[in-house]
T-cell receptor, first 116, second 115 residues
Framework: SQQGEEDPQALSIQEGENATMNCSYK?????LQWYRQNSGRGLVHLIL?????REKHSGRLRVTLDTSKKSSSLLITASRAADTASYFC????????????????FGQGTILTVHP | GAGVSQSPSNKVTEKGKDVELRCDPI?????LYWYRQSLGQGLEFLIY????????KSGLPSDRFSAERTGGSVSTLTIQRTQQEDSAVYLC?????????????FGEGSWLTVV
């Protein structure tokens, strides 16, 4: 089963509003990465947050990570119509011996629609 | 190159034919990954390369799927005797070393349709 579960599955907002998407996972992780996908094609990397970080910002994006709850959130502030896309969280798990090699497990994604 | 490059962008093939999908990772990236995205299955890991070797190929769905990487750069994913359930977007990704904390960059994908 998919490790990451995202909530909500779909989100519809007006331009200028904030959008918050949540992600939960099950195993110990090295880091968590958020991606955007337009029209079912390539994934665009948005932000990476390490397991020892709690919050990270990049432009209009704010990501939080709570390892005790195994959850993360992505906040997009002052949304624009161009932000319309699917958003995925992906976890990079830790394996035996503390190793990790970037094998990502993806959530099902949140479809965000921003209306002009 | 500037980004991960994949070809072809789109491929329509007849059931039973073999297909090859190519991936050119970002220059200097030693780790390379193949993923598949299909309706109802989400994004699934297929195989991981470090250099030319594949220490994790656990996601390959059957022995009809194989992949190789040469010169620590270009990779080819081959699907033999394609079936309709192979229809999906095949995404390639690369990262600097596949080590902790490295950003993983994806290509635009190859959309495979088996008819």
């Amino acid at each position: 089963s998919q490790q990451g579960e995202e909530d909500p599955q779909a989100l519809s907002i007006q331009e200028g509003e904030n959008a918050t998407m949540n992600c939960s996972y099950k195993t110990s992780i090295n880091n968590l990465q958020w991606y955007r996908q337009n029209s079912g094609r390539g994934l665009v990397h948005l932000i990476l947050i390490r397991s020892n970080e709690r919050e990270k910002h990049s432009g209009r994006l704010r990501v939080t990570l709570d390892t005790s709850k195994k959850s993360s959130s992505l906040l997009i502030t002052a949304s624009r119509a161009a932000d319309t896309a699917s958003y995925f969280c992906a976890t990079d798990a830790i394996y035996a011996g503390g190793t990790s090699y970037g094998k990502l497990t993806f959530g099902q994604g949140t479809i965000l629609t921003v209306h002009p | 190159g500037a980004g991960v490059s994949q070809s072809p962008s789109n491929k329509v093939t007849e059931k039973g034919k073999d297909v090859e999908l190519r991936c050119d990772p970002i220059s200097g990236h030693t780790a390379l990954y193949w993923y598949r995205q299909s309706l109802g299955q989400g994004l699934e890991f297929l195989i991981y390369f470090q250099g030319n070797s594949a220490p994790d190929k656990s996601g390959l769905p059957s022995d009809r799927f194989s992949a190789e990487r040469t010169g620590g750069s270009v990779s080819t994913l081959t699907i033999q005797r394609t079936q309709q359930e192979d229809s999906a977007v095949y995404l390639c990704a690369s990262s600097r070393q596949g080590a902790i904390g490295n950003t993983i960059y994806f290509g635009e994908g190859s959309w495979l349709t088996v008819v």
